[in-house]
């Protein structure tokens, strides 16, 4: 058997496994989405520590802010945005995806492309 | 005195490589006479880092640095390690490692003459470009103004028996591209044969490995000193020694098909031209002070332009002479879907991608900065959602990649391989069930074991076993993959399925663990040489005679006026248990218990890939 076979097995396993995971975890209680939050938010007064991590009182008191929030039924991007107006957007670990940030988020997978590419053409030419 | 004959000596050192650097061209020297001097210099240069480590020991204060920096009333060790605990010492740390490097390689054998020497020329001129640093801008030997009997004291969280060695075996890595860095650029004056690619190899695994050792030690004091209860924070220092890392992976890998017949010359010069300049760049970011973190130590503008200076002229002059003097083209490579040399081209690729986004998200903050005038943070999610899904592939692929044909697509026995993918998924997801289910938690835990299933599986049926050094060495590959793979699993399981339970307690409660049951002794305060802990005092499953203690808490360093927090960590090799003590509020106290399971994995996977990476180095 080549492996190329064994590679597209490999592939279909992942992706259907991939399906089936999303599928699998759709509801989160408000604990841990406050978790998944703060886990992404940098403590203001502390030394590259996510909020979720610190125990510092800035920490405890985004915390607290932002269970409230969640319990008044507003969404990640809502907080997230209230966040951003108060103390800009270094307190965001994940960095938005806008015009300034676009590079940023687009680099690695431009790259990718383009070796995926390369590699595709080497490939051919040593068939021919 | 002591500060005297470290700087004269110093300074000698710096001499005599300006002298050997001119001796190409004016003075022709015999082989003999030329390592004599390359080796005086080295040693001229420890006798100066040593004599720093004297004035440390003996709290010499009319020593600027060592006022600075040191107290009399330390534990001996931090005396010692104090001497690199700031920035100046650990530039005089950084240059002995240089020298050191040197000195070793003028004893290689089996190596033509003129290449030798022109190598070690290259480190003359890197000697000197760091030793002016030293001097100009972060001198060690500076003479205190006033007189005192009293240092200011060394910052409490570097004190700490892990971060003691944690700087030196870190710059084994980084200064250990030197040489690599050195040896390509010989290589592309020579252009003459293929020898220097064996010996390119040898020190790039020797840099790799320690650089490996390094970034895991720091890593460990960062998991049981910081006590945030994690290992990894994608903190830019962090990022800074990973990039180095993973370009020498990539580095160490394509040294291998030499092996094979095609040669790719060109691009091993590239790596190892990157990996050097990654290792100068990395320093220039930590010590101009355009990152803040324990390892910036005071920041100066000045030697931040200077090493940007040094930083300019090594790349420079690396990527110049490779431009101009580029490597005879060598023959195309063999690429085939799928062989050894594709695997190995597609490790490089991913290897490299995964390097540049970690550049760029490391700089991307002090980008934006300079042209909006605005502060962003580029933290672990981006990291997390790029570099690891980039890396996939190559965790994939590596699995089998040692036993690949260099030359056609087939692979044997490859149908034991997709059943045992198959039956390993299928158990993978069946044990996630019980856990909650998560997808990194999935992937990771099924990339894991699939590289430690296929390297078994390969080791058994490609080659007969027998237990001699030999055979150790044949596997080699198969065994540092493995090593890759259990770390993967030790990531997986502490990040994703770590625990945490929170607890406000009084003296003498009890609480519940794991359904084991600790007892919440008391609290302790005691005066130790140069601090003051507090302790909070555990006893984990008292239902057992042999109940284990754990102790966890603060300490106070009157010095300099800090806190730090000390976690107490019940280490089992499934799991470790993370005590932290917090604050006291209303009588009781806050204590925060993490589960972390499978740390040990982690540490049992570098310790791995350390071994296999000495068993490489000490091939052919």
Same mark, same amino acid.
Request: aromatic share 16%; proline share 3%.
């Given at each position: 058997?080549?492996?190329?076979?064994?590679?597209?097995?490999?592939?279909?396993?992942?992706?259907?496994?991939?399906?089936?995971?999303?599928?699998?975890?759709?509801?989160?209680?408000?604990?841990?989405?406050?978790?998944?939050?703060?886990?992404?938010?940098?403590?203001?007064?502390?030394?590259?520590?996510?909020?979720?991590?610190?125990?510092?009182?800035?920490?405890?008191?985004?915390?607290?802010?932002?269970?409230?929030?969640?319990?008044?039924?507003?969404?990640?991007?809502?907080?997230?945005?209230?966040?951003?107006?108060?103390?800009?957007?270094?307190?965001?670990?994940?960095?938005?995806?806008?015009?300034?940030?676009?590079?940023?988020?687009?680099?690695?997978?431009?790259?990718?492309?383009?070796?995926?590419?390369?590699?595709?053409?080497?490939?051919?030419?040593?068939?021919? | 005195?002591?500060?005297?004959?470290?700087?004269?000596?110093?300074?000698?050192?710096?001499?005599?490589n300006?002298?050997l650097?001119?001796?190409?061209?004016?003075?022709?020297?015999?082989?003999?006479?030329?390592?004599?001097?390359i080796?005086?210099?080295?040693?001229?240069?420890?006798?100066?880092?040593?004599?720093?480590?004297?004035?440390?020991?003996?709290?010499?204060?009319?020593?600027?640095?060592?006022?600075?920096?040191?107290?009399?009333?330390?534990?001996?060790?931090?005396?010692?390690?104090?001497?690199?605990?700031?920035?100046?010492?650990?530039?005089?740390?950084?240059?002995?490692?240089l020298s050191?490097f040197s000195?070793?390689f003028s004893?290689?054998?089996?190596?033509?003459?003129?290449?030798?020497?022109?190598t070690l020329i290259i480190q003359s001129l890197l000697h000197?470009?760091?030793?002016?640093?030293?001097?100009?801008?972060?001198?060690?030997?500076?003479?205190?103004?006033?007189?005192?009997?009293?240092?200011?004291?060394?910052?409490?969280?570097?004190?700490?028996?892990?971060?003691?060695?944690?700087?030196?075996?870190?710059?084994?890595?980084?200064?250990?591209?030197s040489i690599?860095f050195s040896i390509?650029?010989a290589?592309?004056?020579?252009?003459?044969?293929?020898?220097?690619?064996?010996?390119?190899?040898?020190?790039?695994?020797?840099?790799?490995?320690?650089?490996?050792?390094?970034?895991?030690?720091?890593?460990?004091?960062?998991?049981?000193?910081?006590?945030?209860?994690?290992?990894?924070?994608?903190?830019?220092?962090?990022?800074?020694?990973?990039?180095?890392?993973?370009?020498?992976?990539?580095?160490?890998?394509?040294?291998?098909?030499?092996?094979?017949?095609?040669?790719?010359?060109?691009?091993?010069?590239?790596?190892?031209?990157?990996?050097?300049?990654?290792?100068?760049?990395?320093?220039?970011?930590?010590?101009?002070?355009?990152?803040?973190?324990?390892?910036?130590?005071?920041?100066?503008?000045?030697?931040?332009?200077?090493?940007?200076?040094?930083?300019?002229?090594?790349?420079?002059?690396?990527?110049?002479?490779?431009?101009?003097?580029?490597?005879? !083209?060598? &023959?195309?490579?063999?690429?085939?879907? #799928? =062989?050894?040399?594709? *695997?190995?081209?597609?490790?490089? $690729?991913?290897? %490299?991608?995964?390097?540049?986004?970690?550049?760029?998200?490391?700089?991307?903050?002090?980008?934006?900065?300079?042209?909006?005038?605005?502060?962003?943070?580029?933290?672990?999610?981006?990291?997390?959602?790029?570099?690891?899904?980039?890396?996939?592939?190559?965790?994939?692929?590596?699995?089998?990649?040692?036993?690949?044909?260099?030359?056609?697509?087939?692979?044997?026995?490859?149908?034991?391989?997709?059943?045992?993918?198959?039956?390993?998924?299928?158990?993978?997801?069946?044990?996630?069930?019980?856990?909650?289910?998560?997808?990194?938690?999935?992937?990771?835990?099924?990339?894991?074991?699939?590289?430690?299933?296929?390297?078994?599986?390969?080791?058994?049926?490609?080659?007969?076993? !027998?237990? &001699?050094?030999?055979?150790?060495?044949? #596997? =080699?590959?198969?065994? *540092?993959?493995?090593?890759?793979? $259990?770390?993967? %699993?030790?990531?997986?399981?502490?990040?994703?399925?770590?625990?945490?339970?929170?607890?406000?307690?009084?003296?003498?409660?009890?609480?519940?663990?794991?359904?084991?049951?600790?007892?919440?002794?008391?609290?302790?305060?005691?005066?130790?040489?140069?601090?003051?802990?507090?302790?909070?005092?555990?006893?984990?499953?008292?239902?057992?005679?042999?109940?284990?203690?754990?102790?966890?808490?603060?300490?106070?360093?009157?010095?300099?006026?800090?806190?730090?927090?000390?976690?107490?960590?019940?280490?089992?090799?499934?799991?470790?248990?993370?005590?932290?003590?917090?604050?006291?509020?209303?009588?009781?106290?806050?204590?925060?218990?993490?589960?972390?399971?499978?740390?040990?994995?982690?540490?049992?996977?570098?310790?791995?890939?350390?071994?296999?990476?000495?068993?490489?180095?000490?091939?052919?």
């Amino acid at each position: 058997m080549k492996l190329s076979h064994f590679f597209k097995i490999v592939n279909i396993t992942i992706i259907s496994f991939t399906i089936f995971t999303f599928k699998v975890c759709a509801v989160e209680s408000i604990d841990e989405r406050v978790k998944n939050l703060t886990l992404e938010l940098r403590c203001m007064t502390c030394q590259n520590q996510s909020i979720y991590d610190s125990d510092a009182e800035f920490s405890n008191d985004i915390k607290k802010i932002v269970k409230q929030k969640f319990e008044e039924g507003e969404s990640d991007r809502d907080i997230k945005k209230f966040l951003v107006e108060r103390y800009g957007e270094y307190i965001l670990f994940r960095p938005l995806i806008n015009y300034n940030n676009i590079f940023l988020w687009s680099f690695p997978f431009i790259l990718l492309v383009f070796s995926l590419f390369f590699v595709i053409i080497k490939t051919k030419r040593n068939k021919a | 005195m002591s500060s005297l004959v470290g700087f004269l000596s110093l300074v000698f050192a710096i001499g005599i490589n300006f002298y050997l650097l001119l001796s190409r061209y004016i003075f022709k020297f015999q082989k003999q006479k030329f390592n004599l001097f390359i080796r005086l210099s080295s040693l001229l240069t420890l006798l100066s880092f040593f004599s720093l480590m004297y004035a440390y020991v003996v709290s010499d204060f009319s020593n600027y640095n060592v006022f600075q920096n040191s107290h009399s009333n330390k534990p001996l060790i931090y005396k010692i390690s104090g001497t690199w605990g700031n920035h100046e010492g650990s530039m005089l740390l950084w240059l002995s490692i240089l020298s050191i490097f040197s000195f070793f390689f003028s004893f290689t054998k089996n190596i033509d003459e003129s290449f030798q020497r022109l190598t070690l020329i290259i480190q003359s001129l890197l000697h000197i470009l760091f030793g002016l640093f030293i001097v100009f801008t972060s001198n060690p030997f500076l003479v205190n103004s006033i007189l005192v009997n009293e240092g200011l004291g060394l910052n409490p969280i570097l004190q700490d028996p892990g971060l003691a060695v944690h700087p030196p075996i870190l710059y084994g890595g980084y200064v250990g591209y030197s040489i690599v860095f050195s040896i390509a650029i010989a290589g592309l004056f020579q252009n003459t044969d293929d020898e220097w690619l064996y010996v390119a190899k040898k020190w790039s695994l020797i840099s790799w490995t320690f650089l490996t050792g390094g970034i895991a030690l720091g890593s460990y004091w960062a998991y049981y000193e910081l006590g945030w209860g994690g290992w990894w924070f994608w903190d830019p220092v962090e990022n800074i020694s990973l990039m180095p890392w993973i370009a020498g992976i990539a580095l160490v890998h394509s040294l291998m098909m030499v092996r094979g017949e095609q040669a790719i010359k060109k691009w091993i010069v590239f790596l190892s031209i990157l990996c050097f300049s990654l290792s100068v760049f990395g320093t220039f970011l930590v010590r101009s002070g355009i990152l803040t973190s324990v390892h910036s130590f005071a920041a100066d503008a000045s030697r931040g332009i200077f090493i940007l200076l040094i930083f300019f002229i090594v790349t420079g002059f690396g990527f110049l002479v490779f431009l101009l003097k580029e490597p005879k !083209k060598s &023959n195309a490579l063999n690429l085939l879907f #799928i =062989n050894k040399v594709s *695997a190995l081209v597609i490790n490089n $690729i991913l290897m %490299i991608i995964a390097t540049l986004t970690i550049l760029l998200g490391t700089i991307y903050p002090i980008i934006i900065e300079v042209l909006y005038n605005k502060r962003i943070s580029v933290g672990g999610p981006y990291f997390n959602s790029t570099v690891i899904p980039i890396m996939i592939p190559g965790f994939l692929l590596m699995s089998v990649a040692p036993i690949l044909s260099w030359q056609t697509n087939k692979i044997n026995n490859s149908k034991k391989y997709v059943l045992a993918f198959i039956i390993l998924s299928v158990l993978v997801l069946i044990q996630s069930y019980f856990l909650d289910f998560n997808t990194w938690g999935f992937v990771g835990l099924l990339l894991g074991f699939w590289i430690i299933l296929a390297s078994i599986i390969a080791i058994f049926s490609s080659y007969i076993i !027998k237990f &001699n050094i030999k055979f150790f060495k044949i #596997i =080699n590959p198969h065994v *540092a993959h493995i090593g890759v793979g $259990i770390a993967i %699993i030790g990531i997986t399981c502490s990040s994703v399925f770590q625990n945490e339970l929170d607890f406000n307690l009084n003296e003498g409660d009890k609480f519940n663990v794991n359904g084991k049951t600790v007892l919440f002794e008391k609290i302790e305060t005691t005066n130790e040489i140069n601090f003051q802990s507090l302790r909070g005092k555990f006893l984990f499953d008292i239902e057992k005679n042999q109940s284990k203690e754990i102790e966890a808490g603060k300490n106070y360093y009157p010095v300099s006026k800090m806190i730090t927090s000390e976690a107490g960590i019940l280490h089992q090799w499934n799991k470790d248990i993370y005590f932290i003590l917090g604050d006291q509020k209303n009588n009781e106290w806050f204590v925060k218990v993490l589960i972390n399971p499978f740390v040990s994995f982690i540490w049992l996977g570098v310790i791995i890939m350390v071994y296999s990476g000495l068993m490489a180095v000490s091939r052919r």
